[in-house]
């Protein structure tokens, strides 16, 4: 399974691919940040944000997209602009004819970490280590990106084979 997982922002939208299965080593396919100037028009910045995602799904050919969901914080402009990438990532997803799942970001950190309340450093030691990287990736939008896409791998997984049970259990029709 290949996933990009995107960490949505409008500002830095980090992106990360990572392909594997559950219990194997994961590979990572590649990384990045997408920037976009606070100066610019906001039609402009999701423009911005729309080529650079529909890049990266060309360049990687994802089988899925995830996204971290967003999630209530005090600071309204900085909810906006994090959903408002979202917006665009699950758009671009659903265009290329990709399936877009959520997570939470204490969902990523735990299936990494092993902790919902892992810190940034701890999310991205953590990532380097399941994807054998020697260096860190940055900024820290980049890392979270292949958090989110590690989350996927592991838990899109065990989804999977529920999905499976349930409709096995059910029998045909």
């Not at 602009?81 to 990532?89: E, L």
């Not at 838990?155 to 049970?165: E, S, V």
């Amino acid at each position: 399974m290949r996933v990009l997982g995107v960490d949505p922002g409008l500002t830095r939208c980090g992106f990360g691919v990572v392909e594997g299965t559950a219990g194997r080593p994961l590979t990572e396919i590649g990384h990045g940040v997408i920037c976009t100037s606070p100066a610019e028009d906001l039609g402009l910045r999701l423009l911005a944000l729309a080529a650079g995602l529909r890049s990266a799904i060309g360049e990687h050919r994802p089988h899925v997209v995830a996204v971290e969901r967003v999630f209530s914080q005090h600071n309204v402009r900085t909810v906006m602009g994090t959903a408002q990438a979202s917006g665009v990532a699950i758009l671009v997803a659903a265009t290329a004819g990709l399936p877009v799942v959520l997570h939470t970001p204490s969902e990523v950190k735990a299936a990494v970490t092993g902790s919902g309340r892992a810190d940034k450093a701890q999310v991205t030691a953590m990532v380097m280590r399941l994807l054998k990287l020697s260096v860190a990736p940055a900024p820290a939008d980049a890392a979270d990106a292949l958090a989110l896409a590690i989350c996927h791998v592991w838990r899109g997984a065990a989804q999977d084979r529920l999905d499976r049970a349930l409709s096995a259990s059910r029998g045909p029709g």
